[in-house]
């Protein structure tokens, strides 16, 4: 597999904010979003195999495990990834353009984005993950501007979603206005900050 870092830090982000978690984050995205934090995952890692990665996730010593990217569903051997894994809570993030179907068998938290207007990306998205998702699951939308949130409530209003859903702001601006936009509409959606972003900013690996 190939592999950009491995590290500990705490969630920064959806449901499981502020928990301690070992990051595996794999190389190669199949989308370029205007603002996506981690273009230095779009290119090649390091190779490293099953047995390598666990020993590194041991050697850290964390239960929460979070498989992230890049697009952690371009790589071969991430179900064989996931399924070596089990004994820690596994959690893996995908950006919604790739089928999931596989991913519902197993024993781990999709946590999958539905690009807005300003990533440039949404006519990438597979809808027919949407239905896919679980209880256990969550969706989360990265918003920039009020076209960003009036996109994801419309979508909101149109599909039954069965997971957590999320509303996170690009880099913390505006995280006031999409809290009181949501209140008004009286969505059913948490309004979250990147909360790695207020504490260490930009830096990589954390």
Not at 6 to 30: D, M, V, W, Y
Request: net charge negative.
């Amino acid at each position: 597999m190939d592999i950009i870092e491995i590290f500990h830090s705490l969630q920064g982000e959806g449901k499981n904010i502020g928990l301690p978690t070992t990051f595996i984050r794999t190389a190669g995205c199949n989308l370029r979003c205007e603002w996506c934090d981690t273009k230095y995952a779009w290119e090649d890692g390091e190779e490293m195999n099953i047995n390598e990665i666990k020993k590194e996730v041991k050697e850290i010593g964390c239960r929460r495990v979070c498989i992230t990217g890049g697009e952690p569903l371009l790589q071969k051997d991430i179900y064989e990834l996931i399924d070596s894994l089990q004994g820690y809570q596994v959690s893996i993030e995908t950006n919604g353009s790739i089928d999931i179907g596989k991913l519902m068998d197993k024993e781990v938290m999709v946590s999958m984005d539905h690009k807005t207007p300003s990533s440039q990306m949404t006519g990438k998205m597979k809808h027919e993950n949407l239905e896919l998702l679980r209880e256990e699951d969550q969706l989360k939308f990265v918003i920039a501007d009020e076209e960003d949130y009036e996109f994801s409530s419309n979508l909101l209003e149109k599909k039954e979603i069965d997971c957590e859903i999320i509303l996170q702001p690009v880099d913390n601006q505006r995280i006031r206005d999409i809290a009181g936009w949501a209140l008004e509409d009286g969505l059913e959606v948490r309004v979250l900050p990147q909360l790695h972003k207020i504490i260490w900013g930009d830096k990589r690996g954390v």
